[in-house]
Each structure stands twice: as structure tokens, then as C-alpha cells.
């Protein structure tokens, strides 16, 4: 991997400290940036404990662990230009990526790779904001990004072949599995997965099912480890609905339409684990049903 050494990755929530942790433990040195000093804070703590978390199993050796926490060091937009790669990871709004484009647009080596960790919207579409389409790919790390084996890799119109296949090794250089996606909405796991949770959400607001007996048929019904519920919750019930419209507007089928009752869940501010209540209420020793 002599092309990428440097990594800059742009949002330090949990998808952009999950990037940062698994380049900073294969070797590379990372570069984090956020918009807000706190979430950069919170995001440093949250791959500090994660890794705690993998030393405690015996993935990490407290060696390994210090030498990948000193490869992180906290940029910004300037320094992340100086990037061999950079991954922008921010909230998946599209016009917030747009202009994290054009701000560290200034900033970019003539040979710096762009990618976007979205996990919806159009490769082709973000990569025509920047000078450098042909330098820009799709890197859709799963959550969380230490401990999903996938990397979902997707070429924009414009970009090149060599973009691919260094996006491909530096996937792989990071112990990952690449699975190649077309540019069309939500690409292949979320325009699977997400409809499946949007059913699972109608299925409640018709009354099929209540939240514990949906999750409790999909699990020990289906094989699946979380119910599409809990799922939801984990994912962020904001993030569930933004990959839904997506999808809506981008394929202009009804069988995408969001389910109202997400989007009053959405409305209400109740996003989920990150909020403290979803579907479930986290607020308490143990998550109970919110309906």
C-alpha cells in the first residue's frame, strides 16, 4: 500500500471514529476532523475505549493499542488535504457532504483520493461537486466499522480504474471484505436491509405485531441476531429515514415510501439509542418497549 499512508477521515461521530480506529490499528496514520471540538473529543474517547474494549478480548495487545492511538492526531481541513486519502464521514445529508467538498477542496494535494463513507446517496452526484470526480469513490464502512468484516466499494460515473484498485487494496489492507456496488440509492446492504426495517415499522403501526413480538418473530423466526426494530434503534431512526427518502426519490417507488410512523418517531426527536429512546427506551436498566 506505498499510494495511501496518510489517512484523513472528516466527522469523528461513530462512523468516522470507527474509520480512524481500524486504519490507525492496520498501520496507517489518521488524521480526524470534526466541525465541533466536542464531538472530536467524544470521538477520541469513544476509539480509546473501543480499543480497551479489544485488548480486553485479545485482539489488541496494550502495545498495539498505544502505538495505534499515537498514529491519530486531530487535524483540520488544511491538514486533511495533506492526506493520501480522505474519507468524508459525516451525517448522511447531502448537502452537508457537498460542502465539506468544497471546503477542503482548497486544501487537496494534486494526488489526494476522495471517498465517501454515505450509505445511500449518488457517488456519481457528490464526486461532480469536487475537481477530481475521477479520484473519488464510495467506501461504505458498516457500523461499527471495528467489528463489520464489509467495506461496500462504489465507483461514481467518472472514476477511474486506478481510484478502484487502490480503494480496493486499502480496504483489504484493513482486514475487510469489498463487496462492488453500482451507483444506484442505497447501493446493495442498505437497500435491502433498511425497506426491511421500514416493513418492520409498518408492521407495528397497523398492529400486526408489538415492538417485542416483531423483533422476538425475526429473531428466533428469521435467524436473525437483532430484531429490525432494535436494528433500527442501533442504526439511528433519522439515519433509517434519510436512506427511505433516498430511496423514494431516487427509484420513485411507492414500496419505499416511509413509514409515517417512522417519521413521527423521527419528529418527536426519539432517533433511537443515541437520543435514549426509539422504539425502545434506553433510559432505564434495561431497553422497554416504547409501544
Not at 443515541?274 to 422504539?279: E, M
Request: aromatic letters at 6%; charged letters at 20%; a negative charge.
Amino acid at each position: 500500500m506505498a499510494e495511501i499512508k496518510t489517512v484523513g477521515v472528516i466527522g469523528a461521530g461513530q462512523m468516522g471514529s470507527g474509520i480512524a480506529h481500524v486504519s490507525a490499528v492496520a498501520g496507517y496514520k489518521v488524521l480526524l476532523n470534526d466541525i465541533a471540538p466536542e464531538k472530536l473529543a467524544a470521538g477520541l474517547e469513544l476509539i480509546d475505549r473501543n480499543m480497551s474494549r479489544q485488548v480486553a478480548r485479545g485482539i489488541l495487545s496494550e502495545d498495539d493499542k498505544a502505538a495505534a492511538l499515537a498514529r491519530i492526531t486531530p487535524a483540520d481541513l488544511e491538514a486533511i488535504g495533506t492526506a493520501d486519502l480522505a474519507i468524508e464521514a459525516a451525517t448522511e445529508d447531502e448537502e452537508i457532504k457537498k460542502q465539506i467538498f468544497k471546503a477542503l477542496q482548497p486544501h487537496l494535494g494534486a494526488d489526494t483520493l476522495l471517498a465517501s463513507n454515505t450509505s445511500s446517496i449518488s457517488i456519481t452526484r457528490l464526486a461532480s461537486t469536487t475537481d477530481r470526480p475521477e479520484r473519488f469513490i464510495g467506501l461504505h464502512f458498516m457500523n461499527p466499522a471495528p467489528l463489520m468484516k464489509l467495506v461496500e466499494i462504489i465507483r461514481g460515473i467518472a472514476t477511474d480504474a486506478g481510484t478502484y484498485e487502490i480503494a480496493v487494496a486499502f480496504a483489504r489492507s484493513l482486514g475487510k471484505t469489498t463487496a462492488n456496488a453500482e451507483d444506484f440509492p442505497a447501493f446493495i446492504v442498505n437497500r435491502v436491509l433498511v425497506p426491511m426495517i421500514n416493513e418492520a415499522i409498518y408492521t407495528l403501526y397497523e398492529g400486526v405485531g408489538t415492538v417485542e413480538a416483531i423483533d422476538t418473530a425475526m429473531k428466533l423466526g428469521a435467524n436473525h441476531p437483532m430484531g429490525p426494530l432494535e436494528l433500527g434503534d442501533f442504526i439511528g431512526l433519522d439515519t433509517v429515514l434519510s436512506i427511505m427518502n433516498v430511496l423514494y426519490d431516487g427509484l420513485a417507488d411507492s414500496k419505499y415510501r416511509p413509514c409515517p410512523l417512522l417519521v413521527k418517531y423521527v419528529e418527536a426527536g426519539w432517533l433511537g439509542r443515541k437520543a435514549g429512546r426509539g422504539f425502545y427506551d434506553y433510559r432505564g436498566e434495561t431497553p422497554s418497549p416504547t409501544r
